[in-house]
């Protein structure tokens, strides 16, 4: 991946929410849920913060205990599972990113967590649930709602 390279979360289609520091994340086109913890759901807040890939790298190198190049190396595969799974598309018009409400990154003596490969958990056990439309799909005869035609 390039340096200057930012991505942003495929929106409209995709929706994320923090809890308790895990991102559940659905794409509502597909009616696929997955799961970020620990070192994936900070990297995806700095997706949000369309932070650019250099940038990124940096701040987790920063704030994980763990050599620059495994680093960069599971940042990559994880940006690319997250491209391919369409949560996240390069932004072809990356504004600058906004420094207001995030969260400084000090170096500290103390020590560091130690830096985990970030995964995607991905779930499919609620993908005819998740694709109803129940405010478009409306049939008089087969009830409300009804499951899109596949």
């Known amino acids: ?14 929706v994320s929410e923090t ?4 991102v559940v994340i659905v794409n509502l086109d597909k009616g696929i849920y997955y799961s970020l913890l620990k070192t994936g759901a900070d990297v995806w807040s700095r997706i949000e913060r369309q932070l650019d890939r250099q940038e990124l790298v940096r701040e987790v190198v920063r704030s994980y205990d763990g050599s620059v190049e495994e680093i960069e190396i599971a940042i ?9 799974e369409e ?10 990113a906004s420094t207001e409400n995030s969260p400084e990154i000090l170096e500290t003596s ?13 779930f ?19 009830g409300w709602p009804t499951a899109k035609a596949a």
């Open 76 to 84: 990559d595969e994880f940006i690319a599972n997250l491209l391919a």
């Open 1 to 14: 991946m390039e340096n200057g390279t930012v991505f942003r979360v495929n929106s409209p289609q995709v």
């Open 124 to 142: 499919t056990d609620m993908e005819d649930l998740l694709l109803l439309d129940p405010i478009h799909e409306v049939d008089v005869d087969a």
């Open 19 to 22: 809890i308790d520091g895990e």
């Open 110 to 122: 103390g020590s560091k967590p130690h830096f985990e490969k970030p995964l995607v958990e991905k």
């Open 87 to 96: 949560l996240i598309v390069i932004d072809p018009q990356p504004r600058a």
